[in-house]
């Protein structure tokens, strides 16, 4: 067996994996504002608790975190998780679970993994997952190989330069993700409305202003959440073709929890991308919905366990 673990900013999703790749155990659990090192002890009694009362063996561990990871240094930056500036989730690990093989990658990296090993990306080598939830990042399959750069950030996008001007916001989140991501989202609803003092409708009434309140009330034709996904079709729609230009991808898949309720708007989405991007890429490129179901990077983390377990083992007995 192998777990696997989707670390996000919010929530935890841990998975236990056969080696053939069937889930044979998956839950979710919220983090709670846990913080730092409460953070990596939550971790390791979750992975306990989940195979507390299986009798396989625990071959290897996946972690997909919600940042970069430092392999030289075993140092995890998570902007999402305070506390996380420079973590040490390996040795956290190992602490509980002695000398297990560890596999730790951004969550990014993780998404189009799963989805090119279980996904709709099976059939492709280039391919970009984009996924949009507390944040927004992007996986990169690019000639059948995973775009990680020289130091780990490729798939960044939330750092795209969308706008005109260049605000302190953006410091801490990259500018598209300041708007556009499901934390993004709630943040540009909150400050229409206190740029509206007549504004009344029932997004007022939500406090605190959650994402999924924004959706809700655009189902209700509510002004606030149709200016505010209005915008945020066409900044989705612009980074798309800023990635379909440089990187001619043959799909595109969307996920996280905002994609979800934003599918809706995939039509939208592909034609603001087409009147931006460049036309021969943009005519081809095919853009769907995650086929895992919110688990995208739940499998790419049990794929990498896996393959570091095979790898181990492959060198022990060579």
């Not at 841990?14 to 053939?20: D, P, T």
């Not at 971790?43 to 919600?66: D, H």
């Not at 750092?159 to 300041?178: H, I, N, Q, T, V």
Request: proline share 4%.
């Amino acid at each position: 067996m192998v777990i696997s673990i989707d670390l996000g900013g919010t929530k935890l999703w841990i998975g236990l994996f056969s080696e053939s790749g069937e889930c044979l155990k998956e839950q979710r659990t919220a983090l709670d504002d846990l913080k730092g090192e409460a953070v990596g002890a939550f971790i390791c009694s979750k992975i306990s608790e989940v195979t507390a009362c299986q009798t396989e063996r625990l071959s290897a561990i996946g972690v997909a975190i919600p940042g970069m990871y430092d392999p030289d240094h075993d140092r995890v930056w998570a902007p999402n998780i305070p506390g996380w500036e420079a973590y040490p989730l390996k040795a956290r690990l190992r602490q509980c679970f002695g000398n297990i093989p560890i596999s730790i990658e951004d969550d990014r990296t993780c998404s189009i993994l799963g989805e090119v090993w279980q996904g709709k990306a099976r059939e492709a080598a280039n391919a970009i997952f984009i996924t949009v939830g507390t944040g927004i990042g992007a996986g990169i399959l690019s000639g059948g190989s995973v775009i990680r750069g020289a130091s780990g950030t490729a798939g960044a996008v939330g750092w795209m330069a969308l706008e005109d001007e260049y605000k302190a916001l953006y410091e801490s989140f990259g500018c598209f993700e300041s708007y556009s991501s499901g934390d993004g989202i709630a943040r540009l609803a909150q400050s229409l409305i206190e740029q509206t003092p007549d504004y009344n409708g029932m997004l007022r009434r939500e406090i605190p202003l959650q994402t999924a309140a924004v959706f809700k009330a655009a189902e209700k034709e509510d002004p606030v959440a149709l200016h505010v996904l209005t915008y945020c079709t066409a900044a989705w729609g612009r980074a798309v073709a800023n990635l379909v230009s440089i990187l001619n991808p043959e799909i595109i898949i969307f996920g996280g929890g905002v994609f979800g309720p934003a599918l809706k708007y995939l039509e939208d989405i592909k034609a603001e991308m087409q009147k931006w991007a460049q036309p021969l890429a943009a005519g081809r490129v095919r853009m769907v919905g995650s086929g895992l179901k919110g688990l995208a990077c739940l499998y790419g983390a049990a794929w990498s366990a896996i393959q570091l377990s095979y790898q181990n083992r492959t060198s022990i007995y060579a």
